[in-house]
């Protein structure tokens, strides 16, 4: 393996695991979650064993304790569950205090971040799915709130943080540096190859039959390879199309993965906020979606990725990551919630839904007047 990699389960998908999914079919034949986790529980707080990763090799528990304050871990884009804290105790703390950081990881209020605390002493550290893929309401202070399971963090800063682990070598970090807040490479600990992508939302994928940029596989597919190799669980992956092979005992991660996704396949796409767009011009939108754009972004989830995937020519993508992946393909992404999750396609390179558009106008030849292409962006805001 090259360098060390961090992620978060999941993104868009509704298909079992049991032939697809790329790990051992071990799951029990009831698909109930084991020892009473409901999928909300695993998706929260389940780190699959992966402290073998974060604490025997990365030794994030020594960094946490010794140079992550409140104010540290804030600033990398971390965020705190209001709903655990002690009342008050925001007021009485230092929040430039690295213990300050442990004890709140003894209350289990850092969304994403499993810590074992003993007197006081940080033990050990670890990741769940939520710490990507979460993100909170900001209705205490800025990055403290209430959860918001399926939301992709674009604040947190996940290079940043792999970067502050003593047990990487310079141009590890440098590598990790680069990638910037919302963005993460899921494949750079395998191919050894840098290309950051946006870390997608995870709500809005009940009737999406692809997970991932590129199609790979379903929802479990995806959650395996994340759980396995880039979260460092314990348990089994395997790809042949991208030569991995990992088999661990136990398997912590396998007989978890139905419940976990049908938690995320419950986690519905939030409503454009009202007043956030022009109903009118939406509708007059549509009109030229449906015309130019419903071709691949096709019925109710607007994607055509139950019949194809598609080549990067063919709709003007950087083809690199593409190149990486078990498909070597493009899936059309399905739209929702587009208000909440900008900056837009794999690359990020779309910084607006106006990007979006021109992009689209250029690589598909299409003759759009100024006023459709603004109605259009309405009607994108609006989904």
Not at 280 to 288: C, D, I, P
Request: with cysteine.
């Amino acid at each position: 393996m090259v360098g060390f990699a961090l992620a978060a389960c999941g993104t868009d998908s509704e298909n079992d695991v049991a032939g697809e999914s790329g790990s051992k079919d071990k799951q029990p034949p009831d698909h109930k979650p084991p020892k009473g986790k409901t999928g909300q529980e695993i998706f929260r707080f389940d780190t699959f064993g992966d402290e073998q990763l974060w604490t025997d090799k990365l030794r994030m528990h020594e960094v946490i304790a010794s140079a992550v304050s409140p104010t540290v871990a804030l600033s990398v884009g971390l965020k705190v569950d209001a709903d655990v804290l002690p009342p008050g105790i925001l007021e009485t703390v230092d929040l430039n205090d690295p213990a300050t950081t442990v004890a709140l990881l003894g209350l289990n209020a850092v969304v994403g971040v499993m810590g074992k605390v003993e007197d006081g002493q940080l033990k050990e550290v670890g990741i769940t799915c939520a710490l990507c893929h979460s993100n909170v309401d900001d209705s205490v202070l800025p990055g403290i709130g209430r959860r918001l399971d399926g939301w992709a963090n674009h604040d947190l800063n996940p290079g940043a943080i792999i970067a502050l682990s003593p047990a990487l070598t310079v141009e590890q970090k440098a590598v990790y540096n680069g990638w910037g807040p919302g963005f993460y490479d899921p494949r750079f600990n395998q191919d050894g190859l840098d290309h950051a992508v946006v870390m997608p939302p995870a709500y809005g994928l009940a009737g999406v039959a692809l997970e991932t940029y590129t199609g790979d596989g379903p929802v479990s597919y995806w959650n395996a390879y994340v759980a396995v190799t880039q979260m460092g669980g314990k348990g089994d992956f395997s790809d042949p199309r991208l030569g991995i092979f990992i088999d661990q005992e136990p398997d912590l991660v396998t007989p978890k993965l139905p419940a976990l996704r049908d938690y995320q396949l419950s986690i519905a796409a939030p409503p454009a906020p009202a007043g956030s767009f022009n109903a009118e011009a939406a509708a007059r939108g549509k009109l030229v979606f449906d015309a130019n754009c419903a071709r691949c972004h096709a019925g109710t989830r607007f994607t055509d990725v139950e019949v194809t995937l598609h080549a990067p020519e063919e709709t003007g993508m950087d083809p690199l990551y593409a190149t990486r992946s078990a498909t070597k393909l493009y899936r059309t992404t399905p739209l929702r919630a587009l208000w909440q999750h900008a900056p837009y396609f794999h690359d990020g390179s779309a910084a607006t839904l106006a990007d979006v558009v021109t992009h689209y106008e250029t690589a598909l030849g299409l003759r759009l007047e100024q006023c459709d292409k603004d109605d259009l962006v309405e009607f994108l805001k609006s989904i």
